[in-house]
């Protein structure tokens, strides 16, 4: 004997997929807020992984920063990390200005201590 109906599940994670999503249009003005008066968000999920996205706010340039990073090696004595930067403007000079990199860097004790060169 079933308890619960079939169409009553479905009905129950579609309206879960609802709110998740109305709360995520609700978060945005806060979030555009917080942007507004820091001048920029970052958030580091975990260790050598960061997402961040920052206001340019020049006399002949208005838009938005963005970049990640996250490790693609990583030894005792060295992590390189890989960095994508890209921008959108909504003044000033559209062209595509976005790129990635790779940059290597010391490693000891979860400190990034210096700069060793390009990823090979």
């Known amino acids: 004997m079933k308890l619960i109906p079939g169409w009553l599940k479905v009905r129950h994670i579609f ?19 917080v942007l507004a008066m820091q001048g920029e968000l970052v958030w580091n999920p975990i260790e050598h992984r960061e997402y961040r996205v920052w206001l340019i706010m020049e006399d002949d340039q208005r838009g938005l920063g963005y970049a990640t990073k996250h490790a693609i090696s990583r030894t005792s004595a060295q992590v390189c990390l890989v960095n994508h930067v890209g921008f959108l ?7 595509q200005v976005n790129t990635d990199y790779c940059e290597c860097y010391s490693y000891n004790d979860g400190i990034l201590n210096e700069y060793v060169g390009k990823c090979v």
Do not use: T
Request: without cysteine; negative net charge.
């Open 15 to 33: 309206l879960g997929v609802l709110v998740a999503f109305w709360f995520v249009i609700i978060s945005l003005p806060v979030l555009m807020l």
């Open 89 to 95: 403007f909504w003044q000033g000079d559209n062209e």
